[in-house]
Structure formats: structure tokens, C-alpha cells
T-cell receptor, first 116, second 112 residues
């Protein structure tokens, strides 16, 4: 399957700081990537669709000014959680689509964010 | 009613048992169906991918889709302790760059 990496795998930060999470496609280019959030014992919830060279599309209820997404290259999308608060503590996972006529999504290993 | 319903379990079975996991959905526009396995604190791993109704088999895993009933299943034969994980169903309306809608996931424990 396709290879997606995320960095960092885990981050602990103080309330009010900003945290950047990187999502890289290691095997082929990805014009579109997706960012999900997963709370403990809950399912993955789509936050936004990241599009290379254009603005991200955010899901209803997700603050675009708080969760900044940048997709500056065909292999890298970043999610920055600005002014993080304890309620932002979650597991953030990115994914990309296999391409062609298929839409199998391949996920990164996830980033666990803990805001103190 | 949520778009995708999945019993969160937990489900505990003895090693060697046949496991049946399933999801129901409400949106008849879904055409692409997937099952993911997620180990604790890891990203989901794609197990099975099917389009429209029918069965698909891959080793010990069989995926079934019944669009008329809006019901999908994943069967695991000869279950192993290493199968212990959370299994998430996911689906989408279109192919290509389309986000997925996930079930809550079912936590499975296979006891040796």
C-alpha cells in the first residue's frame, strides 16, 4: 500500500502554544490529502481536505483559523494547531488517496497531541 | 440517525473462532466500502476494499456488501491473537479524492 508518514508521532505542549504536524507522501505525489481527528474510543472525524496549491476545505464546525492547513508541495501537507487548548488534545491522522479510479485511502501513523 | 452505525463492542472471542463484524448505513449513495484495522495508538490500515454489492475474499478475511439492506460485513476466519485491534468500516459516494465516512469501530480481542 501507499506510504504516508507523520511527524511528530507525539507532542506535549502548554496551553496557548502552536503545534505543527507534518504529513508526507513518501511514494507518490498527492494533490489531495485529508486530515482527521480521533478522540479516545471514538471514530475518525474528517476535519478538512487539503488541496495542493489552493485553500483547504474545512468541515462544518472546524475553525479554519485555529487549524491552519498548508499543502505547499505535492508530497507535504501540514496542520498547525494554533493557540492550543486542552480540548484540542486528540489523535490527528492524515491520509491520501491511492489515485486512479480507486479511492482507497492510506493513513499516516498519527500524531498524538496532548495540551497541558 | 448517524450515516454509519457500528457496534463498538468490545468483542472477545477465543483463538480460532470465526469473527463477524458489521456496519449499517443510511445513505444509499454510498458505493465504495472499506474495512480498516487500527492497532492502539496507530493509524488505520486498509484491510479490504469493495465496490457496490458482493463478496470479496483475501486470505482469512471476507468482506460482504448488501446494498439493498445497507449492510456490510467483515468475516475473519481462524482468528489469531494478532487480530486483536479495532476494526473500522468506512464508505464513500464517489471514487477519487473523496473523504470517507467512518463507523465508530469495533474493538476485537482474540484470546489465546
Amino acid at each position: 500500500g501507499a506510504v504516508v508518514s507523520q511527524h511528530p508521532s507525539r507532542v506535549i505542549c502548554k496551553s496557548g502554544t502552536s503545534v505543527k504536524i507534518e504529513c508526507r507522501s513518501l511514494d507518490f505525489q498527492a494533490t489531495t490529502m485529508f486530515w482527521y481527528r480521533q478522540f479516545p474510543k471514538k471514530s475518525l472525524m474528517l476535519m478538512a481536505t487539503s488541496n495542493e496549491g489552493s485553500k483547504a476545505t474545512y468541515e462544518q464546525g472546524v475553525e479554519k483559523d485555529k487549524f491552519l492547513i498548508n499543502h505547499a508541495s505535492l508530497t507535504l501537507s501540514t496542520l498547525t494547531v494554533t493557540s492550543a487548548h486542552p480540548e484540542d488534545s486528540s489523535f490527528y491522522i492524515c491520509s491520501k488517496v491511492a489515485g486512479g479510479s480507486y479511492n482507497e485511502q492510506f493513513f499516516g501513523p498519527g500524531t498524538r497531541l496532548t495540551v497541558l | 440517525q448517524k450515516e454509519v452505525e457500528q457496534d463498538p463492542g468490545p468483542l472477545s472471542v477465543p483463538e480460532g473462532a470465526i469473527v463477524s463484524l458489521n456496519c449499517t448505513y443510511s445513505n444509499s449513495a454510498f458505493q465504495y466500502f472499506m474495512w480498516y484495522r487500527q492497532y492502539s495508538r496507530k493509524g488505520p490500515e486498509l484491510l479490504m476494499y469493495t465496490y457496490s454489492s458482493g463478496n470479496k475474499e483475501d486470505g482469512r478475511f471476507t468482506a460482504q456488501v448488501d446494498k439493498s439492506s445497507k449492510y456490510i460485513s467483515l468475516f475473519i476466519r481462524d482468528s489469531q491473537p494478532s487480530d486483536s485491534a479495532t476494526y473500522l468500516c468506512a464508505m464513500s459516494r464517489n471514487s477519487g479524492n473523496t473523504p470517507l465516512v467512518f463507523g465508530k469501530g469495533t474493538r476485537l480481542s482474540v484470546i489465546a
